[in-house]
Nanobody, 121 residues
C-alpha cells in the first residue's frame, strides 16, 4: 500500500521560510513525478511544484517561482519543498502527491493527508 507522509507545516510570519517534507513508501516502481499541491477552503486544489523523478526536471506555479524550490532525495524517497519569502496568500493545506505529470493534479495517483501552512501578515 502506497503511503505519503508530509511534515513541516507551521505558522510563520510574512517573509519567513518553511521546508515541507514528504516521504513515500510502499510502491515498487519508479514514479513519474512527485508534486506539491495546495488548497484553501472554498477553492480548488492547485499545483505548486513538481519534480520528475527520472530526470529532475522541475515545474512551478507562476505564483511561487523564485520563492519555492522542490528537491528530491531518491535514497529515501523523500521530496522537499523549500518555501522562502512566504506571503499570506501562501496560506493553505499543502498536499504531496506521487506518480503524476507535472502540475496536472488529475494525473496523480496517490496523495498524502496534507500539512497546514499559515502565513500571517
Amino acid at each position: 500500500q502506497v503511503q505519503l507522509v508530509e511534515s513541516g507545516g507551521d505558522s510563520v510570519q510574512s517573509g519567513g521560510s518553511l521546508r515541507l517534507s514528504c516521504t513515500a513508501s510502499g510502491y515498487h516502481y519508479t514514479p513519474y513525478s512527485m508534486g506539491w499541491f495546495r488548497q484553501t477552503q472554498g477553492k480548488e486544489r492547485e499545483g505548486v511544484a513538481a519534480i520528475h523523478v527520472g530526470n529532475g526536471v522541475t515545474y512551478y506555479a507562476d505564483s511561487v517561482k523564485g520563492r519555492f524550490a522542490i528537491s528530491l532525495n531518491n535514497a529515501d524517497n523523500t521530496t522537499y519543498l523549500q518555501m522562502n519569502s512566504l506571503k499570506p496568500e501562501d496560506t493553505a493545506m499543502y498536499y504531496c502527491a506521487i506518480n503524476g505529470q507535472g502540475l496536472r493534479l488529475e494525473t496523480y495517483t496517490y496523495w498524502g493527508q496534507g500539512t497546514q501552512v499559515t502565513v500571517s501578515s
